[in-house]
Structures are given as structure tokens and as C-alpha cells.
């Protein structure tokens, strides 16, 4: 049992670059979600999904897209990176009341 | 929208001893639910407890526990016999119902042998 996976582990890109960062989960969760970690602060919610063709904005959406095609994947596209989306990002499912959290990724945008 | 305020940014502990971080959160809302996050240096964020806004009574995980206050929007953790794999940053978070989650910017609990 996975849990949840996170690929890359880092990534570095020049602004103007897109990327995705891919999140799955094996537990059959409906809810996924993702996650900015900036230095001094907690995370703040990018943008979730309740469900397979279903997602919603969080805090800090600007500059991401998201897509859930199947229960197991839920992306997160920066379609053209700027430095100001340097972050370690999370993504995390849940059952009725518990997040499970993947690794994380580092992102350094130049 | 709700926030969550965590006022203690490093608190120390001598091992064995017990500490308390803080945590109070703001919301219009009467069902939603309430966690303590560990985050090691390994950056994974673990789960130490929750608590869900209807129970009265306080969750409590083994060493760890929490002092819920719903009247006073208040969300402590306290940590027993504190060791030494317990020094790490702790976020405390609020779910709302629709699935909205706030964290609050941490605390760095560093314990001391």
C-alpha cells in the first residue's frame, strides 16, 4: 500500500517554463487535494477535488490548473512558472475526516 | 474565512517533561474538524491527532492530547513525556465541512536532553 506518491522529488525550472507535478493515491479516496509550504508558514490549499471530474479553488489558485479524469491521479499544472511559485508543494487524499500527505515536491523557479 | 493562529513560533522541552502549544482558529461555522500536524526535518507531515467539533470530550493519542475549548475557538496540544523524536515543527489545522482545510504558520518544539 502506497499511499500517496508524489513525483518529482525536486524540480527546477526558468520562469516562463510549464511543469506538472504529479500526486496518486491507492486508497480509493475521493477528496484529493494540493498544498504550497512557503519558508515562516504553514500550507495553504491550492486547489481540491471532490471527486473524479470535480475540483474546486482553494487560498491561493492563481497560476495552477488541476484536472481529475480518474480517482487515482490528480495533477497540478503551472502552465508558465514564475519565481514567485518557488514552494515545496503537497498533495494529500482523505477519507471522511483525515488528510494523508505525499512527500512533497521542491520547486525552485529561476 | 476561517484562520488559524498558532502565537508560539519555538517552544522548549526537557525531555520527560510536558509541553503545551497553543492554537486558536476563527469560524462562523459549528461542525468542522480540528488536527495537529507533525512535520520532521524529512518535510512528511504526520498526523497526531484530531478532533471533531461535535465531541465534547478531547481526543487524546497516547502521549499526546488536546484541550478543546469550542466557546473560546481554542485547539491546544499537550505532549507527556516528551522524547527526543518529538522535536519537530507542529501545525495545527481547520476543516471545514466543504472540505476547506487552514493551517496555522507552526510551531518549532525543540526538545532538550
Known amino acids: ?110 | 474565512a476561517q484562520t488559524v493562529t498558532q502565537s508560539q513560533p519555538e517552544m522548549s522541552v526537557q525531555e520527560a517533561e510536558t509541553v503545551t502549544l497553543s492554537c486558536t482558529y476563527d469560524t462562523s461555522e459549528s461542525d468542522y474538524y480540528l488536527f495537529w500536524y507533525k512535520q520532521p526535518p524529512s518535510r512528511q507531515m504526520i498526523l497526531v491527532i484530531r478532533q471533531e467539533a461535535y465531541k465534547q470530550q478531547n481526543a487524546t493519542e497516547n502521549r499526546f492530547s488536546v484541550n478543546f475549548q469550542k466557546a473560546a475557538k481554542s485547539f491546544s496540544l499537550k505532549i507527556s513525556d516528551s522524547q527526543l523524536g518529538d522535536a519537530a515543527m507542529y501545525f495545527c489545522a481547520y476543516r471545514s465541512r466543504n472540505n476547506d482545510m487552514r493551517f496555522g504558520a507552526g510551531t518549532r518544539l525543540t526538545v532538550k536532553p
Open chain 1, 1 to 110: 500500500n502506497a499511499g500517496v506518491t508524489q513525483t518529482p522529488k525536486f524540480q527546477v525550472l526558468k520562469t516562463g517554463q510549464s511543469m506538472t507535478l504529479q500526486c496518486a493515491q491507492d486508497m480509493n479516496h475521493e477528496y484529493m487535494s494540493w498544498y504550497r509550504q512557503d519558508p515562516g508558514m504553514g500550507l495553504r490549499l491550492i486547489h481540491y477535488s471532490v471527486g473524479a471530474g470535480i475540483t474546486d479553488q482553494g487560498e491561493v489558485p492563481n497560476g495552477y490548473n488541476v484536472s481529475r479524469s480518474t480517482t487515482e491521479d490528480f495533477p497540478l499544472r503551472l502552465l508558465s512558472a514564475a519565481p514567485s511559485q518557488t514552494s515545496v508543494y503537497f498533495c494529500a487524499s482523505s477519507d471522511w475526516d483525515t488528510q494523508y500527505f505525499g512527500p512533497g515536491t521542491r520547486l525552485t523557479v529561476l
